[in-house]
């Protein structure tokens, strides 16, 4: 397999980069669980799947992290989790009514799991500052929230908030080094909405740094498919189009050329069946209206000629392989922090490599985008494609809360066959299957 590096680097903004995250009370989590993107000591592959943070004084940060588990052991939740965080730091301002219910899904097999806030917090740098933020919440209100910043390395704690369920009203604090109207963005702030977005709403710019990482964190959940319209976007632009389809090309995908062409939905043909004022309304609706349709060029066999085929024409894969071209290069041109749960779902083992190579390569990765994500492809173990602390697993324990662990817990030996002993049961995180009985 041909390796990609003929990349264009172009720097569109600060580069952010994820250190932990946590979560706690939330879904099929019961005590806090924490995934961390620092490395560990060893020099394993450290020149390429490493990075030195720009932040003095931070360990050396991981460029991905895996996570494998059996279904319904909780690695979908975890992705969840950071998605549902990103979703209320960027809606809750905005989307949210005085009264309406927060959507959290606590642990509910715990008697206190209902009554209990759930928690969530990430450590994160974003525009060459260190940021500690988090947040409790439960389905009426959030009942803490903080930000801890590091300018210089030394921890400044800007806000906290907390409800006082004695006095059954909300306690505040605020740190010197926090500027603005502080009172004003505080009586603004309704209870199921969170301070950091009411704040950035009514214009702090001390804490658009901190709303920014959230904006450009992607979170792509199962079952979800990633929107094609940036790759096709992006496509429309010569450049950028070549970078597409040379990416293709180096993963294995055969096409000689992308053209988008721009369709009318005036020229929709509706079923001869559907009753007139139906279509009626319908043709009122798309008139004026129009699409971009994707098409692969394809050579002739023994012939100059080339054939066109849409897009939706081709493989599961290679459609969900175009989705991710524009995501992916973005990624690594300017410094994303990607989560995807499933990166092997319709990905040949191969493939999966072959972007993961992209990811830990020094000169594809200048940016230092980071990714996190979950499979079932123990293939990949056994290739010196990953560290040992990239590795996590998860499983349920007796409680049926799920446990978050990383393979250097088990101090695996140098040469020692992962895939064999993670399918033998070593490290935990296999389903249980009982015996079949006919």
Known sequence: MRFFCALRINIKGHIVMLIEFSVKNYRSFWESQTLSMAAGATKELQEENCFIPSVQELPRLLRSAVVYGPNGGGKSNLIKALGFMKKLVL?????????????????????????????????????????????????????????????????QRWFERSYNPKKEKEEWYFGAKFIGQKKTWQKSTRPNALFLSTAVQLNSEQ????????????????????????????????????????????????VDGIIIKEKNLDDVNFSSGMPDELRNFFQKDLQGRSFKEVFFKHQLTNSEDSALFPLTEESDGTQKLFAYAAPWLDLLTNGRVLVVDELDNSFHPHLVRFLLKLIHGSKSNKANGQLIFSTHDTSILDTKVLRRDQIWFMEKDDTQATQLYPLSDFHPRKHEALEKGYLQGRFGALPYIGEVKF
């Open 91 to 155: 809606l809750s301002a905005k989307e949210s009514q005085e009264g309406e219910r927060i959507a959290l899904n606590p642990f509910l097999l715990h008697r206190e799991g209902s009554s209990q806030a759930s928690e969530f917090e990430v450590v994160f740098v974003e525009d060459g500052v260190r940021y500690q933020y988090g947040f409790a919440a439960t389905n009426n209100q959030v009942t803490r929230e903080w930000l801890l910043a590091y300018p210089g390395n030394r921890a």
């Open 207 to 254: 804490l658009k740094p901190v709303f920014n990482w959230f904006q450009k964190l992607v979170v792509i959940g199962h079952g979800e498919r990633i929107e094609r319209g940036f790759t096709v976007t992006s496509c429309e632009v010569k450049e950028e189009r070549n970078e597409i389809l040379t990416f293709l090309k180096n993963a294995g995908i055969e």
